[in-house]
C-alpha cells in the first residue's frame, strides 16, 4: 500500500482516515501531527533572513549573508524555547551546530520562529 495522508478538516476526511486505518495490512504505522509549517511562512521567515543580511548587522565581528541568519536564527530559537541546542565537532574538526530542520517543523512552530526573528529584528532595529 502506498502512503496516504488525511487531512482531518471535516467528517468525511475522518471517516476515510479510519477506514483506511481498519483496511491496512498487519504492520503499517499511523502517525497523528500538526500540519508541517507551510509555503507562506516559509517565504516569510526566508525574506526575513534577506532583511537581515541587506541590513549589514555584524554577528561575531562581520556582516552574515541569508543563509547564515538562518542558522542563528533557528538556533536562537531552539534555546529560546528550550529545545536547546548541540554543538559537536565536524568530520575536519570544525565545529558543526546540529539544528532542526525548518522543512520538518510543524505549522505552530514555525510561527514561533517567526516571531522570534521578527522580534530580533525589531530588538536590531531592522525593518521588515
Not at 500500500?1 to 503499517?28: D, N, T, W, Y
Amino acid at each position: 500500500m502506498s502512503k496516504r495522508i488525511f487531512r482531518l478538516v471535516h467528517a468525511e476526511a475522518r471517516r476515510r482516515a479510519v477506514a483506511a486505518v481498519v483496511e491496512a495490512p498487519e504492520g503499517q504505522t499511523v502517525t497523528i501531527a500538526e500540519p508541517n509549517r507551510n509555503s507562506d511562512q516559509n517565504a516569510k521567515f526566508h525574506a526575513i533572513c534577506s532583511d537581515l543580511a541587506k541590513a549589514g548587522i555584524e554577528w561575531a565581528g562581520k556582516p552574515r549573508d541569508a543563509a547564515a541568519w538562518k542558522v542563528l536564527l533557528v538556533s536562537g530559537h531552539a534555546v529560546a524555547t528550550k529545545e536547546g541546542g548541540e554543538i559537536v565537532p565536524g568530520i575536519e574538526g570544525e565545529f558543526v551546530n546540529v539544528r532542526e530542520s525548518t522543512a520538518l517543523m510543524s505549522k505552530s512552530r514555525g510561527s514561533s520562529l517567526i516571531e522570534y526573528a521578527v522580534a530580533f529584528m525589531a530588538m536590531h532595529e531592522v525593518e521588515a
